[in-house]
């Protein structure tokens, strides 16, 4: 009859009514500022710089300032100067790092190059999306401070993740802590060579030889 | 009038106006009490129109699972260190509204006709006022009680098609002009049926006065069933066919096609900002809230209460009451229906509103005839006006859509 659908519409529009009230999972709506929109864990905006501690950012980059993100970047918005000396880094080498460490996040295009490039699992892409600043220039470049957010940070916005790139760290100190273990090991054995035999004057090529094996199987 | 009926509060707001007046001296109390009832019609229904916009949002919402307009509440004085959870359900909302409005440059494109551009959003509102001068609020509450009431009423209330007419020419653009067009096709389709519907009831009241007609549907049968038009089969798909064309007169989905925000932008809308736009989206709520006056008058008894036990509450609330459950339903009307086409909208009206209301008047002289009849034949009163709304309604509805569905997809699959 005439109507009918009309009134069967009206029905659908009467439960939904009702339904908004006692039916939580109709609604789809995020109240946002009070409710926080959980994030998918591969959700990125801007790039961060992981720091080992929080204690102490500036100290523990992992960023040796290689500079393969500054030169990779298509919208060219990481700007890098190297240091002078070197520190020990994550695996315990002896490495540089960046005095200056900036993203233009208004150029930056969030399109996470640079966190996939970077050999020294330093560079990531965070989740922050509250980035308004009142002054467009200077308010929206973000230095080596403001970039650095610990590994304990990182593991909370990406827990798979940072668990990787950790067991991956990890592996490697270890491979760098046997490595150097066996060359003290061979270092000692030589010297105890060259005590054992001061006669002994062409030994150094054999002794060389002696700590490479090890270092393929690291 | 008993006293029963007269209680404090129904007569509060009369002589409250009364004693006002006398206060004055004679040359200026005729005019004094007007200006009241003008200030009375334009606070009440300022404030109501102001929460008709947030419950119609509220109430989408809701009929959407959306949670419409929350967020508004009091200004954040700083005093208040509670305010950031009071937000009042985001009642607030009209105000802030009608600030942003008011504070919205003014654009009138360079081609427009300016006279008719400036005049067009305060004709509109001006109409749509007049016609509430000739509904009755309440008993003894009619602004001005003419003879031909009802006539004034349609009369002041087609002039606003005249207004968006103008709206749509003087903006000198193509979609307000369509618009126009549109506006007027429907205004030619719809103000017969809706006369046409509301002919059966001055027929069998026998009288054009809006307040006779309500006074006509007073008492009750067995104190509970009113004497109401609606209550009758004639009374019932009149009123049906007064919501239809109502819809239609006031522009609303699902007859919004002279707005229609997804193919004209808006229409005669489009050329017009700030606080020309308030005035329109005003003039479209008052319009609406006059004809749902005019429908709880005509069909659902004024300001009658419902039951014989009921009329200690005062006669303005219960108009207001019922006005309010009209509006609920148009706007629950609007979240649900889709918009329909301008060959759809002139077909409904000329195929099956028009020979319906027709015969529907046909119908109500049978009833105003036999209204002598009493015993058994009472009931074979009811039964011949059932029929004579039954029968067409249902063979008009399957005229309609002879030939006409279900349609067929030849492209799109399911």
Known sequence: MLGSGIIKGLAV?????????????????????EDRPKLPENYRSFPLLVSETAEDPMGTLRCVACQICEKECPPQCIYIEKSKD????????????????????????????????????????DQVFEVAATNRFAGLLLNREQLAKSNAYYHSIRPVEAAEVDARLAADRQAAEAKAKAAAAAKAAAAAAKAAAPAAQPAPAPVAEAPKPPSPAA | MSAST????????????????????????????????????????????????VAERKLLGRLQNRLGPNRSGLPKFSAL??????????????????????????????????????????????????????????????????????????????????????????????????????????????????????????????????????????????????????????????????????????????????????????????????????LFFMAEYFGLTALSGLGVTLFLGGWQAPCDFLPFIPSYVWFMGKLVMMIVFFIWVRGTLLRLRIDQLTRLAWQFIVPLALINLGNAAFWALTASWAGPLQLVRLGVSLALVVGPFILLGRRLNIGRGPRTYRYATS
């Open chain 1, 13 to 33: 529009t009467a439960k939904n009514f009702v339904g908004s009230y006692f039916v939580p999972e109709r609604m789809v709506t995020e109240q946002y500022p």
């Open chain 1, 86 to 125: 070197k520190k020990p880094d994550a695996t315990g080498k002896m490495q540089l790092y960046p005095v200056v460490f900036a993203i233009d996040t208004s150029v930056c295009m969030s399109c996470g190059l640079c966190a996939e490039l970077c050999p020294f699992d330093s560079i990531k892409m």
């Open chain 2, 6 to 53: 007269d209680s404090f509060l129904e007569r509060a707001p009369i002589e409250a106006r009364d004693w006002l007046v006398q206060l004055l001296p004679a040359p200026l109390q005729w005019f004094t009490h007007h200006l009241i009832t003008i200030g009375a019609i334009l606070a009440v229904f300022g404030l109501f129109f102001a929460f008709t916009t």
């Open chain 2, 81 to 278: 260190p509670w305010h950031l959870k009071h937000k009042l359900f985001g009642l607030t909302q009209p105000f802030a509204d009608a600030v942003k409005a008011l504070t919205k440059e003014d654009i009138v494109p360079a081609a427009a006709d300016k006279l008719l551009h400036f005049l067009a959003p305060v004709l509109v509102v001006a109409f749509s006022l007049l016609t509430f001068a000739v509904l009755p609020f309440g008993r003894n509450m009619v602004p001005v009680d003419l003879d031909a009431g009802l006539l004034y009423f349609f009369a002041a209330g087609s002039a606003t098609e005249l207004t968006i007419f103008m709206a749509g020419w003087a903006s000198r653009n193509k979609y307000s002009l369509l618009a126009a067009m549109r506006a007027l096709a429907q205004v030619i389709s719809y103000e017969l049926p809706l006369l046409l519907s509301v002919v059966p009831v001055v027929l069998v009241a026998g009288t054009l006065s809006t307040n006779e007609i309500v006074t006509a549907q007073g008492g009750w049968s067995f104190g509970i069933l009113p004497h109401w038009n609606i209550f009758t089969p004639w009374g019932f798909i009149g009123f049906l066919l007064f919501l239809v064309a109502a819809l239609a007169e006031c522009n609303r989905s699902p007859f919004d096609l002279p707005e229609a925000e997804s193919e004209l932008i808006a229409g005669h809308l489009t050329e017009y900002s700030g606080f020309k736009y308030a």
